[in-house]
């Protein structure tokens, strides 16, 4: 199984521009779709990117994301940083029948 | 409005058996798969494996094969994550979700499960 890293944390001032990388160990990352979810602390984990660039309902177009097959990574990139952004986010893939989550990477806007 | 709403929290002894319950409703339950995630305090998010309601066909991690069991009755639109010897260690929280891929990704509100002699 693959497994996909995270930096653990990342600091950005309100209304910069941020991005969080999501690398795959082994295996293709354009083979399968990456998604990314926001967790607020004591919320739910809620999707904000699915196959690897597409918004979910609801989620401003501040936030975009995109896959790098030099790198074998994935990015999510926040523009005009709000305090409201402060949150844990994830990455996922999966291979075949299984799933897997990045460590999560905690972004602080301050 | 589509909804997982998931049973309360627990609190159980060491080598007592669980099961935590996930139950559907606004859409049409054997149209996607439950996956089970667990987060231990202050962790991230651990994939512990799915199932598909419509003919109960699992998948599991294999951290998690072999000490959890994931079940579904589609008659009452619920799945079903369930420990038969609970470990300390099995202390976290624990959410339901619908489909990992594409647009149909839903959460449960999580359960809360604490392991403690």
């Known amino acids: 199984n693959f497994m996909l890293t995270q930096p653990h944390s990342v600091s950005e001032s309100p209304g910069r521009t941020v991005t969080i990388s999501c690398t795959r160990s082994?295996?293709?990352?354009?083979?399968?779709?990456v998604q990314w979810y926001q967790q607020r602390p004591g919320s739910s984990p809620t999707t904000v990117i699915y196959e690897d660039n597409l918004r979910h309902s609801g989620v401003p177009d501040r936030f975009s994301g995109s896959v790098d097959r030099s790198s074998n990574s994935a990015s999510l990139t926040i523009s005009g940083l709000k305090t409201e952004d402060e949150a844990d986010y994830y990455c996922?893939?999966?291979?075949?029948?299984?799933?897997?989550f990045g460590g999560g990477t905690k972004l602080t806007v301050l | 409005e589509v909804q997982l709403v998931q049973s309360g929290a627990e609190v159980k002894k060491p080598g007592e058996s669980l099961r935590i319950s996930c139950k559907g409703s606004?859409?049409?339950?054997?149209?996607?798969?439950i996956n089970w995630v667990r987060q231990m305090p202050g962790k991230g998010l651990e994939w512990m494996g799915r199932?598909?309601?419509?003919?109960?066909?699992?998948n599991y991690s294999p951290s998690f094969q072999g000490h959890v069991t994931i079940s579904a009755d589609k008659s009452i639109s619920t799945a079903y994550l369930q420990w038969s010897s609970l470990r300390a260690s099995d202390t976290a929280m624990y959410y339901c979700a619908r489909s990992l891929t594409g647009a149909a990704a839903r959460w449960g509100q999580g359960t809360l499960v604490t392991v403690s002699s």
């Open positions: 996922q893939s999966y291979d075949s029948s299984i799933r897997v």
């Open positions: 199932i598909d309601p419509s003919d109960s066909y699992t």
């Open positions: 082994s295996g293709s990352i354009a083979s399968n779709y």
């Open positions: 606004g859409y049409s339950f054997t149209s996607y798969w």
